[in-house]
């Protein structure tokens, strides 16, 4: 039998759809097992055709991005009705995303920032036009309506997908792992004691020592292992862009304290080494963070 599915975009960049798309040949595999009812980024779907469908008529809902405005919180929602399984695809869809990151500012100093400020724009006004109102803040998906599974990556890699998408047709349980990408890294390391952050512009990486004992923020200790450390595999450092593992409720939180066991150096050094500290600590998941919660950098002048 076939499975009826329907693939939505809320606010993102397209990274996961085009990992979906990357998968090629494998792509053939499966896609004779769906029936497609909605995926706009590929074929020529409008909303109201989602919303025509009966409740509960989509097998398994995937959702892509975050609610950055109402137009995505109402598509969210349509998605939550006509899906018998949901899921959260990506990063943004998890945690809320990059686009979290903008939830340290108001909604009106994000808007001055976009629309009146840039000395390149003429005649600043806020577009009102065919442009969906903007919701204050951004929040994880899961904070809007029940998911029934939550599949982190910014993209999750198209094996992931593919992982998923067949779990779900067969009907085999899906599970996130509980290790981090530490724990699929194949670098040696050593007792750490970090006396210097590099950029990675400083210096050369070692391509067989830890990045992080090299003094490269790698947060591969702190981040779900997902991805099979593909980024100390090409000798990049991990950015965190899965997210933590299950059971850590607040990434940067973890990455922080995990830090303060290793790093000796004052504090001044290390707020000159960390200019964007929440960008660095909270790549994907400022919005499902309790810093994002409890404060906002207007709040905190007050
Ligand atoms: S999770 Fe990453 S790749 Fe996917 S839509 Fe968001 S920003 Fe793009
Ligand atoms: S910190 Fe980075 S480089 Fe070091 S073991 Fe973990 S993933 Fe590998
Ligand atoms: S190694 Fe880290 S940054 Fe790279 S894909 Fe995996 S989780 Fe994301």
């Not at 896609?31 to 009812?37: F, G, K, M, S, W």
């Not at 090299?214 to 991805?227: E, N, P, R, S, V």
Request: charged share 25%.
């Amino acid at each position: 039998m076939t499975k009826r599915v329907a693939f939505a975009q809320l606010s993102s960049c397209w990274g996961c759809d085009q990992s979906l798309v990357d998968l090629h040949f494998s792509l053939l595999e499966v896609l004779p097992q769906l029936e497609i009812l909605y995926w706009p980024a590929v074929v020529d779907f409008k909303l109201k055709d989602l919303e025509g469908l009966p409740d509960k008529s989509v097998h398994v809902g995937f959702v892509e991005g975050s609610c950055r405005t109402e137009n995505d919180l109402h598509l969210l929602k349509v998605m939550r009705e006509k899906s018998k399984l949901l899921v959260a695809w990506g990063s943004c869809s998890c945690f809320g995303g990059v686009q979290g990151l903008g939830n340290q500012w108001t909604l009106s100093q994000l808007t001055d920032t976009k629309f009146f400020k840039p000395e390149t724009v003429v005649n600043p006004r806020l577009p009102t036009e065919n442009v969906p109102a903007f919701l204050d803040k951004v929040a994880p998906n899961p904070q809007h309506v029940p998911f029934d599974i939550i599949l982190p990556g910014c993209p999750p890699s198209s094996k992931n997908t593919f992982d998923a998408v067949t779990a779900l047709l067969t009907g085999a349980p899906f599970d996130l792992p509980q290790k981090t990408v530490c724990d699929q890294c194949t670098r040696t390391r050593e007792e750490k004691r970090i006396k210097k952050f590099r950029r990675t512009h400083e210096g050369k990486i070692d391509p067989k020592k830890c990045i992080l004992d090299q003094g490269y923020l790698c947060l591969g200790f702190a981040t779900i292992g997902f991805c099979g450390a593909q980024c100390p595999a090409a000798n990049a450092p991990c950015k965190g862009c899965f997210g933590p593992p299950p059971g850590v409720k607040d990434h940067g939180a973890k990455i922080i304290s995990a830090l303060g066991g290793i790093v000796e150096m004052e504090p001044e050094e290390l707020r000159a080494a960390f200019p964007d500290p929440i960008g660095s600590f909270y790549f994907v998941d400022y919005a499902a963070s309790y810093l994002s919660r409890i404060t906002s950098k207007e709040d905190s002048k007050k």
